[in-house]
Every structure is written in structure tokens, then in C-alpha cells.
């Protein structure tokens, strides 16, 4: 069964890049052709789906993150990134990446990472 952690800096300082990493064990983000995305849920918000890439490698954002963000990966670790530029407070939220079969907020087959909870905070 496909299993995705994630990892990365609990805080962050405004303006500066958040960068998260999801390592996936018992799939494929090379061959498993699934959306592998990352979602984020702010603090009394609902969930928020950020970017995904594909086993090609091609990739897809949400319009309103777009110009902030960046999904990459390294298929000899099996892993794949995220970057968030210009960070501000509001971006403060657990982070989660998923193996989905949609784009979007992922439906109810997906396998999601437990969350990395990060906070902007000077």
C-alpha cells in the first residue's frame, strides 16, 4: 500500500520560501499514473488544493497560488516538492501531499501524508 510523509520547516518567516517535501514508499510517482498533489487546510479554514504533478512530470496549479508556487521532483528519491514564495501569515496551515485520481481537492480513494504543519511567523 502507497504511504506519502511529509517533511519539512514547522516555521517560517514572512517573505521567504516554505518548501515541503513528500516521500512516497509502495508506488511509483515515475509510473503510478495518479495526480501526486499537495493540499493545504489553514486553521479554521477548509481544504485548500495547491499543485500536482503527474508521472510525466507534467504539472498543474491553482489559479489563485500560481504565481507563488512551484511543484517538482526527484525521481531517484521518489519524492516530490513544493515551493511557496513571499510567504505571509496567511499561509500558515497544515500541509499535506496525496496520491489522488482527480485534480483538485482529492476525492474520497485518495492516500494522503499525515500533514506538516507549518507557520509564518517572524
Known amino acids: 500500500q502507497v504511504q506519502l510523509q511529509e517533511s519539512g520547516p514547522g516555521l517560517v518567516k514572512p517573505s521567504q520560501t516554505l518548501s515541503l517535501t513528500c516521500t512516497v514508499s509502495g508506488g511509483s510517482i515515475t509510473t503510478d499514473d495518479y495526480y501526486w498533489s499537495w493540499i493545504r487546510r489553514p486553521p479554521g479554514k477548509g481544504l485548500e488544493w495547491m499543485a500536482a504533478?503527474?508521472?510525466?512530470?507534467?504539472?498543474y496549479f491553482n489559479p489563485s497560488l500560481k504565481s507563488r508556487t512551484s511543484i517538482s521532483r526527484d525521481t531517484s528519491r521518489n519524492q516530490f516538492m513544493l515551493q511557496l514564495s513571499s510567504v505571509t501569515p496567511e499561509d500558515t496551515a497544515v500541509y499535506y501531499c496525496?496520491?489522488?485520481?482527480?485534480?483538485?481537492?482529492?476525492?474520497?480513494?485518495?492516500?494522503w501524508g499525515q500533514g506538516s504543519q507549518v507557520t509564518v511567523s517572524s
Open positions: 504533478i503527474t508521472y510525466s512530470g507534467n504539472t
Open positions: 496525496a496520491r489522488a485520481n482527480n485534480l483538485g481537492v482529492p476525492a474520497g480513494d485518495a492516500f
